[in-house]
């Protein structure tokens, strides 16, 4: 037998090997070789991102504050002239529009204030509502 007659003997095997064997048997072939070797999807994402963990949520409630009394209005007087001696000096002052003359111990209208000390150069007021010493500087 020559190289030729052998390799067309083998050709003719095989081909009657593929005829003659049912298909099924080929196919139970090729999956006992899949079962071997997993098939793997070149798309499928094999390494998933870690979450990242929130910080935890602090709640702190809203603190209402107690409303106060509502603010005393500021005692606005001026002083226009001051004028006596040593002891006894007067102050000439501007108290809501009225020119009032006034000296130590004396009280402003509708009791407001209460004159305490009279100086050369600034008059001391007691005040009422704010319960208060205030220094007006002439």
Known sequence: MTKLQFSLAVAVII????TAVPLEVF?????SDSAKMPVIDPFKVLIKPKK???AP??????????????ATPPLVIKVSAIAG??????AV?????????????DEGPEGMFKVRK?????LEVYY???????????
């Open 85 to 90: 001696e040593a002891p006894d000096f007067v």
């Open 15 to 18: 081909a009657l090997v593929y």
């Open 118 to 122: 009279v100086y050369a150069n600034k």
């Open 57 to 70: 949520r602090v709640r702190r409630p809203t603190v209402q504050r107690r409303q106060g009394p509502p």
């Open 93 to 105: 002052i501007k108290y809501k529009g009225q020119d009032y003359i006034v000296e130590t111990g």
């Open 52 to 54: 990242k963990k929130q």
């Open 128 to 138: 009422s509502k704010d319960k208060t010493v205030k220094t007006f500087m002439f």
């Open 27 to 31: 196919a139970q072939l090729e999956a």
